[in-house]
């Protein structure tokens, strides 16, 4: 009976040995295992089991990207101004060996070496150089970072300058800089457009000039080309004209061609003539050679008319 008693709680405690020994490694989790305070291993993620007494778990590390948020160092520029600057710190462990084992307080390290750093990187610079060049002060402390961390099994991801706090006093010389400065761009603008509309009218009437003087011109080319229109219609009504006239003429020379006159009639239509030109009016006459001839050619005619009226 004392047998099965002592089988019973041996069995008992081999049981609680056993179930004291199980680990299950979380994911993104490492173990670091002691054996009688050597370092064994790195557990990772899943199921393991130690040695009771023998064998222990000594630190219990995160894989996942972590951030380490520092509180503001007060720190110099070149210029001998002091600021005071905060900065953020993203860093994952890669070894967990050399995490356990490189340094005392990983967490205290970064700080401190990140105030050391950011100290000697802002002493290199002035407030202007400071303020406008926080991505090259990010660039060089995460290089700076990254390369003394190694030998602890840290990688430093990025660094980020989070806030950066000028004295009072130059706080608000910087805003009555930033203000001068808005005011003089803004006489600048104001100047720059008054000159654009100076520019702007002189050109529109500049513009208007020369579409004035070209209506004038085209003004005159019409004129000049409705004379000229005129001009040759009149022509053409007075060549038109002569046309008639000699039409006329040549037609009346035709019917008198056609109804064969005497030269009694033809002498007669010439003393007429000269009786037209006689009228009082011209001032010279020309009397025909023949004019020794013209008392018969009267006396016919006479004879002719008394012909007539019998």
Not at 8 to 23: D, E, P, Q, R, T
Not at 79 to 95: A, E, G, L, R
Not at 218 to 239: C, T, V, W
Not at 299 to 304: G, L, P
Request: proline share 3%.
């Amino acid at each position: 009976m004392i047998g099965w008693i002592i089988g019973g709680i041996v069995a008992f405690l081999l049981l609680v040995i056993v179930i004291s020994g199980v680990n299950i490694v979380p994911q993104a989790r490492a173990f670091v295992v002691e054996r009688l305070g050597k370092y064994r291993g790195t557990w990772h993620t899943g199921f393991h089991w130690k040695w009771p007494f023998i064998e222990k778990i000594s630190k219990k590390v995160s894989l996942m990207e972590q951030v380490a948020d520092f509180p503001p160092q007060a720190v110099i520029t070149k210029d001998n101004v002091k600021m005071q600057v905060d900065t953020v710190v993203f860093f994952q462990i890669t070894d967990c060996k050399l995490y356990a084992y490189g340094v005392e307080n990983p967490m205290s390290a970064i700080e401190n070496l990140t105030a050391t750093t950011l100290r000697n990187i802002i002493g290199d610079l002035e407030l202007d150089a400071t303020l406008t060049s926080r991505d090259i002060i990010n660039t060089k402390m995460r290089a700076i970072l990254d390369e003394a961390t190694d030998p602890w099994g840290i990688k430093i991801n990025r660094v980020e300058l989070k806030n950066i706090m000028p004295p009072k006093e130059i706080q608000d010389a910087m805003e009555k800089q930033m203000k001068a400065e808005r005011e003089r761009r803004e006489a600048i603008l104001r100047a720059e457009g008054e000159k654009n509309a100076t520019v702007l009218v002189a050109e529109g009437k500049k513009q208007a000039m020369i579409l004035d003087a070209e209506a004038q011109k085209q003004k005159q080319i019409l004129i000049a080309e409705a004379d000229k229109e005129a001009q040759i219609r009149r022509a053409e009504g007075e060549a038109e004209a002569i046309l008639k006239v000699q039409e006329a003429t040549a037609e009346g020379i035709k019917k008198i061609n056609e109804a064969a006159p005497s030269e009694k009639m033809l002498t007669l239509r010439s003393l007429e003539a000269f009786e037209r030109a006689a009228d009082g009016q011209a001032t010279k006459i020309i009397v025909p050679s023949n004019i020794q001839g013209l008392a018969g050619l009267v006396t016919s005619a006479v004879e002719i008319a008394k012909t007539d009226k019998e």
